[in-house]
């Protein structure tokens, strides 16, 4: 089982930037691909983005692709989300997961969902 907390969630101006984190523990020693989720109230739940274990491939969606980057650092089990250029659309709750990509899709281990972190971004 691998316990995730992301951080760096908060109030940012459009067109702005803002780093998110998530930091992994217990199993991470597995070869996870780490994935970027968010959610807005009363809508479902969106893949932003995801990279595989080593690093070398990213998946991004449409919405986010060039303007987001993820990254991890598996020395310290950490897993980023830079995000640039921020639109009023990017306002949600952000989660973090580990999983796999498979199929053109990201499939998360678990369907457990906490509160992530906000982003909001303001005109």
């Known amino acids: 089982q691998v316990q995730l907390v992301e951080s760096g969630g908060g109030l940012v101006q459009a067109g702005g930037s803002l780093r998110l984190s998530c930091a992994a523990s217990?199993?991470?020693?597995?070869?996870?691909?780490m994935g970027w989720f968010r959610q807005v109230p009363g809508k479902e739940r969106e893949f932003v983005a995801a990279?595989?274990?080593?690093?070398?491939?990213?998946y991004y969606s449409d919405s986010v692709k060039g303007r987001f980057i993820i990254s991890r650092d598996s020395a310290k089990n950490m897993v980023y989300l830079q995000m640039n250029s921020v639109k009023l659309e990017d306002t949600a709750a952000y989660h973090c997961?580990?999983?796999?990509?498979?199929?053109?899709?990201?499939?998360?281990?678990?369907?457990?969902w906490g509160q992530g972190t906000q982003v909001t971004v303001s005109p």
């Open positions: 997961k580990a999983g796999f990509y498979y199929s053109g899709t990201y499939h998360p281990l678990d369907d457990v």
């Open positions: 217990g199993r991470t020693g597995s070869s996870y691909t």
């Open positions: 990279i595989s274990w080593s690093g070398d491939r990213t």
